[in-house]
């Protein structure tokens, strides 16, 4: 583990402690859940688990569970809260190059609206779909990993 990954340089662990604040919505013995200080939307949600994770593959599977049963909750608050919210997406960047920039696992929830100004962008290979003998074959790949 990097010392960017570690429990003592994460921002998330911190906060967990107290030693940094935070607008916190729900704390459990698994996970907790609060407020991102850098919002797509207002209503912007982090759902975490209370144990240091820095990927998703070392995440108890119990734990990861829990956080999207977690995740449903707080969704359905957002949508009850009177905060502007025609849709949630649900994020979870696993390493730097999906956009991780915390190295604890952690879940977004965001409200979506019309015309937010967030979206998602794609290359042109996206519009190239590959054909069913790719697929199998990418398929077959991770089978074999599990």
């Not at 999906?98 to 290979?125: C, I, M, Y």
Request: proline share 4%; with cysteine; glycine share 4%.
């Amino acid at each position: 583990m990097s010392d960017r990954e570690s429990k003592e340089n994460c921002t998330f662990c911190k906060i967990l402690s107290k030693e940094y604040q935070s607008s916190e919505i729900y704390r459990d013995d698994k996970v907790a859940a609060f407020l991102d200080i850098q919002p797509v939307n207002s209503g912007h949600v982090l759902v975490i688990p209370i144990e240091h994770s820095p990927y998703l593959e070392d995440l108890n599977p119990d734990t990861g569970a829990h956080i999207f049963k977690v995740a449903q909750k707080i969704s359905k608050a957002i949508r009850k809260s009177g905060i502007k919210c025609e849709a949630i997406n649900m994020l979870l960047a696993d390493g730097e190059e999906a956009g991780q920039e915390v190295w604890h696992t952690h879940l977004h929830l965001f409200p979506r609206f019309s015309n937010d100004g967030f979206g998602f962008k794609f290359s042109n290979e996206y519009f190239n779909k590959p054909d069913r003998n790719e697929l199998d074959q990418v398929a077959e790949k991770i089978r074999e990993q599990l």
